[in-house]
């Protein structure tokens, strides 16, 4: 690898890009990013330009290059701008497009449901719900690990979140978010506008022709959600759900949030928490099932209530299969960042899985060894970024970890993963996240008796 670009003099010219065909690079980004990241570290270093569909991005690809990018203040690099491509999905006032003190306050006001307590709540409800999902996998035929993933956290998403436990409107919203991913998420769709990105020099706006089949799904789902904010607002009490505590939730100006703010966040964490989660855990399970000795140490593990091993393995998948490979910002105010001189409107990334493939990081960086994230040599903060860095890093990464270690634990105590094919599954993208190819396609036959399930799950109490 070539020596970092960081402590180099700031350079008058753009960092380096890759010596592909433009198109070659647009191409091969939406097919196997991994080539493309690994040849920009291999041609250029730590810092590099990448162009996907005519726009320029530079990558950052070391510990110190990332906290350097992840330190700028939100008046110089700006987060939600850099995701603005988004909104037609999350809407407008979603906290992954607001930036400075918008960001910091609406985030110090989803913080709570996400930790300490509240965390722990979750727990029981989380549990008995991966064990329904569990129950369903079929026990000879081949299956496919990543709808069942998605239908087991939207469950989880839709209970923890809302509290529903009325199967009617249940079921109206896990109807409308599966519409809205399945519209939104489309790889025609997300290719379609990098073509005309690059051929206008824009990107899509919230009411371009190509987005208007997503803004519909939306409304049905934002019509949803608001009569369910009306409902609980008009019944009050805490049921010890996200929503409960968002309700209660006041801004800057003393006042309750107003309805289309709380639809937005929650847009948010039922789209972006259910997704990304449930590719993880796809990835999880093809990774498991090819490692017949780890799955039996894990499998004895999740029996005795112990968790150590199965939380690395779940740093492990994120680290060698990340979900999302960048995180972006955009620059706001002219700053210097890896030995370069930024303009605004310049687009910067974390370069996720370049970062993660470092041999001098991970040693045998391929291989997938759990054991890296165990004992006191375990990567540090600025090593493993599959949640992002800084303030921006990811509201609910402690919740989707738990609900990984939750899910996995389930799984493996009552089946035994048997891959199906020879080879590993490799890495395709589905609209913005990266999959496995064949959705974990695996044979789950039962390993011990199953354990007694709820008569309904759905209802338990999540406190």
């Excluded at 996998?137 to 509290?163: C, N, S």
């Excluded at 999880?284 to 029996?303: M, N, S």
């Excluded at 091993?309 to 910002?329: C, G, N, S």
Aim: aromatic share 4%; glycine share 8%.
């Amino acid at each position: 690898m070539a020596a970092p670009r960081y402590d180099s003099p700031v350079a008058a010219t753009a960092p380096p890009g890759l010596s592909w065909h433009p198109l070659r690079q647009s191409y091969a980004w939406l097919r196997h990013p991994e080539r493309v990241v690994d040849a920009g570290v291999r041609q250029h270093g730590d810092v590099f330009s990448v162009r996907m569909f005519g726009s320029p991005i530079i990558m950052h690809a070391s510990p110190e290059l990332v906290k350097e990018l992840v330190s700028q203040p939100g008046d110089v690099l700006a987060a939600g701008r850099a995701n603005d491509i988004l909104a037609p999905m999350v809407g407008s006032a979603s906290l992954l497009l607001l930036d400075g003190d918008e960001h910091l306050a609406m985030r110090r006001l989803q913080l709570p449901p996400f930790h300490g307590e509240r965390m722990r709540g979750y727990e029981r409800a989380m549990q008995q719900l991966a064990d329904a999902g569990v129950s369903r996998w079929p026990l000879e035929a081949p299956t496919e690990a990543w709808p069942r993933m998605q239908a087991i956290t939207l469950d989880i998403i839709i209970r923890v979140i809302f509290g529903i436990e009325d199967d009617r409107p249940r079921n109206a919203v896990r109807h409308a978010v599966k519409d809205l991913l399945r519209t939104g998420t489309r790889r025609s769709l997300f290719a379609a506008a990098g073509v005309k990105a690059a051929a206008t020099g824009k990107r899509p706006a919230p009411d371009d022709l190509l987005l208007r089949g997503v803004a519909r799904s939306r409304s049905r789902l934002a019509d949803l959600l608001d009569a369910e904010i009306r409902r609980r607002r008009d019944e009050g009490g805490d049921r010890g759900d996200v929503l409960s505590m968002l309700l209660e939730a006041t801004g800057p100006d003393g006042q309750l949030l107003p309805t289309e703010v709380l639809r937005d966040q929650l847009v948010t964490l039922l789209v972006a928490g259910h997704e990304t989660t449930a590719t993880a855990l796809s990835w999880a399970v093809e990774r498991i099932a090819r490692h017949p000795e780890l799955q039996d140490r894990l499998a004895a593990e999740a029996l005795d209530g112990r968790h150590a091993l199965i939380d690395a393995t779940v740093k492990e998948v994120l680290r060698l299969r990340p979900v999302l490979p960048l995180f972006m910002r955009e620059v706001v105010e002219a700053c210097e960042i890896g030995g370069f001189r930024h303009e605004p409107g310049t687009l910067l990334a974390g370069a996720t899985m370049a970062l993660h493939r470092r041999h001098d990081l991970y040693p045998d960086p391929s291989a997938f060894r759990p054991e890296r994230f165990l004992g006191d040599d375990a990567p540090g903060t600025y090593a493993w970024t599959p949640f992002g860095g800084g303030v921006r890093r990811c509201l609910g990464a402690s919740f989707a970890q738990l609900e990984m270690r939750i899910v996995l634990s389930a799984l493996l105590a009552e089946r035994r993963l048997e891959p199906v094919g020879d080879r590993d599954e490799v890495i395709r993208r589905r609209s913005v996240v990266l999959a496995p190819s064949k959705a974990g396609l695996v044979r789950a036959p039962r390993r011990r008796a199953a354990r007694p399930q709820p008569a309904d799950p759905q209802r338990s109490e999540v406190r």
